[in-house]
């Protein structure tokens, strides 16, 4: 019995070893497949890491949009015209951010969505670069430069998170089985 114990003891931890490993991010940096410790799709604690270190962990188109403020050229992106039905994660980190159903097409050049996931998905800051006034949205956990709020919105609220793909991944619904 003590036998059967520890091996399904051992079995449990492999297998959560191996989940832990599977939900982490796993990216070419500079040639290399790099592991990013701080993706989670379930943790909401807020990330305080410096960009030094992020840079390690993103490769570097990420880095540049997601750290350093920069932005893809419009009608790029792999969600501008993208249409399918799930989640939008932050791609740095894995803080959840928009669901496909406040997506639209704004004709901007790049996602647009009208409302996040949860109030604290996404965080505020006043950007005057470009000698432009605007409001900027970063992740909430990992504060990544994500895009833009502007008060064009579709909906009562005006609003349209005009958004970088790259800062992006979207994980798809699962498929009905029938």
């Known amino acids: 019995m003590k036998k059967f114990l520890r091996i399904s003891a051992i079995f449990l931890v492999s297998l959560f070893a191996f989940q832990m490993v599977k939900a982490q991010r796993i990216q ?36 540049s949009v997601s750290r350093l403020n920069d932005t893809e ?3 790029t992106g792999k969600y ?5 039905l799930g989640t939008y994660y932050c ?34 800051k006043k950007d005057v670069s470009y000698n432009m006034v605007r409001t900027e949205v970063r992740c909430g956990r990992c504060d990544a430069h ?10 009562a609220s005006k609003k349209r998170f005009c958004m970088n793909s790259i800062s ?5 619904l699962a498929k009905n089985i029938k």
């Open 91 to 124: 791609a740095a980190c894995g803080n959840a951010l928009f669901k496909s159903d406040a997506k639209f097409a704004s004709t901007c050049g790049w996602p647009s969505f009208f409302e996040t996931i949860r109030p604290k998905s996404v965080i505020y």
């Open 28 to 63: 070419k940096v500079n040639g290399k497949d790099i592991v990013n410790p701080y993706y989670s799709r379930t943790d909401t604690k807020i990330l305080k890491i410096p960009n030094s270190t992020w840079k390690k962990v993103l490769n570097a188109n990420l880095y």
């Open 146 to 155: 994500l895009g833009h709020l502007f008060d064009d919105g579709p909906t």
């Open 168 to 172: 992006l991944e979207f994980e798809p």
């Open 73 to 75: 050229m419009a009608f």
């Open 80 to 84: 501008n015209d993208f249409d399918g």
